[in-house]
């Protein structure tokens, strides 16, 4: 796993291997020893066989904690309105 690691950071730092074609890329990859894996996500551009080899496990975060409507919570309706002032307490000339 770590040739597999090192030489997709060569490809990764080299931009001839970078953009070129699949086939050239796979062929090239096939010289330098990579697994059958990279040679094959390199060749078909389908990588589960690449995640495979390097143990990937989808992260997914349940959807429940993106509900609306929990943004207002904790505000009341009177926390809005500044609070008016009874009219004894109001200055008269």
Do not use: C, F, K
Not at 15 to 33: I, Y
């Amino acid at each position: 796993m770590s040739n597999t690691i090192e030489l997709l950071e060569a490809i990764g730092n080299d931009a001839s291997l970078r953009h070129a074609p699949r086939h050239e890329l796979a062929s090239r990859l096939q010289q330098l020893g990579a697994s059958g894996a990279l040679t094959a996500a390199a060749s078909s551009g389908d990588s589960l066989m690449l995640y495979a080899e390097l143990g990937h496990t989808p992260m997914q975060q349940p959807q429940i904690i993106h509900t609306p409507g929990d943004e207002d919570e904790g505000t009341e309706q009177g926390d809005l309105e500044p609070p008016s002032m009874p009219a004894s307490d109001q200055l008269t000339p």
